[in-house]
């Protein structure tokens, strides 16, 4: 059930994403002036040090999400199903 006071799900898959770019993506989602959103970051089996940046991110909107690499269409499908918000923005890991 969709909360109706969440208007925003954004959506990003992330797989071996170079760690600057990485956190610049994240870093952008949550300097947005508008908060009312949920950032679903879904790690889709990286090899690298990933998990631990997006990990390091306390902010209580991500919800992080690890699979096994399944490629980045089943990968944003996942976090389309996990969105809880009224609309849907998907966002590069790079």
């Known amino acids: 059930m969709m909360n109706k006071d969440l208007k925003i799900s954004v959506v990003m898959a992330v797989y071996n994403t170079r760690e600057e770019y990485l ?3 994240i870093e952008s989602i949550l300097a947005q002036t508008y ?10 089996g990286s ?3 990933a998990e631990s940046i997006i990990r390091s ?18 990968s944003l ?16 890991s790079d």
């Open 57 to 74: 991110y306390t902010d209580e909107r991500i919800k992080y999400i690890y699979q096994e690499n399944k490629g980045l269409a089943a």
């Open 47 to 49: 090899t690298n040090n």
């Open 77 to 92: 499908n996942v976090g389309i199903e996990n969105a809880r918000g009224e609309y849907i923005a998907r966002m590069d």
């Open 35 to 44: 908060e009312n959103f949920e950032f679903i970051i879904i790690n889709d």
């Open 23 to 25: 956190r610049a993506s």
